[in-house]
């Protein structure tokens, strides 16, 4: 069965700093991953998506990632966090197949001091 | 990218009563929708896929009695919340995939979700 794990619950990053989410999954094929994030109170946005090909991906508001096989993860990294990134962000796993729903992690909370 | 749109986004209601929260893709077909729960700092859970013109799936432990769903045509999606109470006030989110085209059917495009309260 597909699984996603964060191990980090919380993470505080001082503005300005560099950021990486961990995210890892569990899956018998090449899953299709993203990243989304949810501001308190908020539905759901898309950062950045990896079907195949290239495994650095970039995404919105300077966020990457990038896929490592070897490991099972997928990062999610940002050179220089803004205080507007503090929020909740999601690793998800996707099967690929139409009937199916997407498969997330159970968040990380991002704190921004100043 | 494809819009998924929800109504209402915040309901407030009385314990016993029944809520609609309706999903909309507007400018794509979804044959398929799903339906995910989140409580106050959680992650979402699948509670069901809905697939139009047929029966929905609910996942485990997901009441199909008290969560009703009806996808009635290519665009629309209801979730319907009967005899609500407290324990299921939540933030309710839809999403669908746009499967006209290749790009569209990998990703899964999430409305603004519906924040349901029972008093």
């Known amino acids: 069965a597909q699984s996603v794990t964060q191990p980090d619950i919380h993470i505080t990053v001082s503005e300005g700093a560099s950021l990486e989410l961990r995210c890892n999954y569990s899956?018998?094929?090449?899953?299709?991953l993203f990243w989304y994030v949810q501001s308190p109170g908020q539905g759901l946005q898309l950062l950045l998506k990896?079907?195949?090909?290239?495994?650095l991906v970039q995404g919105i508001k300077g966020f990457e990632a990038e896929f490592k096989r070897s490991q099972s993860s997928f990062n999610l990294r940002k050179p220089s966090v803004h205080w507007s990134d503090a929020a909740e962000y999601f690793c998800?796993?996707?099967?690929?197949?139409?009937?199916?729903?997407?498969?997330f992690g159970k968040g990380t909370t991002l704190s921004v001091s100043s | 990218g494809a819009v998924v749109s929800q109504h209402p986004s915040r309901v407030i209601c009385k314990s016993g009563t029944s809520v609609k929260i309706e999903c909309r893709s507007l400018?794509?077909?979804?044959?398929?929708m799903f339906w995910y729960r989140q409580f106050p700092k959680q992650s979402l859970m699948l509670m069901a896929t809905?697939?139009?013109?047929?029966?929905?799936?609910?996942e485990q432990g997901v009441e199909k009695d008290k969560f009703l769903i009806n996808h009635a045509s290519l665009t629309l999606s209801t979730l319907t919340v009967t005899s609500a109470h407290p324990e299921d006030s939540s933030f309710y989110i839809c999403?669908?995939?746009?499967?006209?085209?290749?790009?569209?059917?990998?990703?899964?495009?999430f409305g603004p979700g519906t924040r349901l309260l029972v008093l």
């Open positions: 400018d794509f077909q979804a044959t398929t």
């Open positions: 999403s669908a995939r746009d499967l006209s085209s290749l790009a569209g059917s990998k990703t899964q495009y």
């Open positions: 809905s697939n139009e013109g047929s029966k929905a799936t609910y």
């Open positions: 998800a796993v996707d099967s690929n197949q139409a009937g199916t729903a997407l498969i």
């Open positions: 990896y079907f195949s090909g290239d495994t």
């Open positions: 899956y018998g094929a090449t899953p299709y």
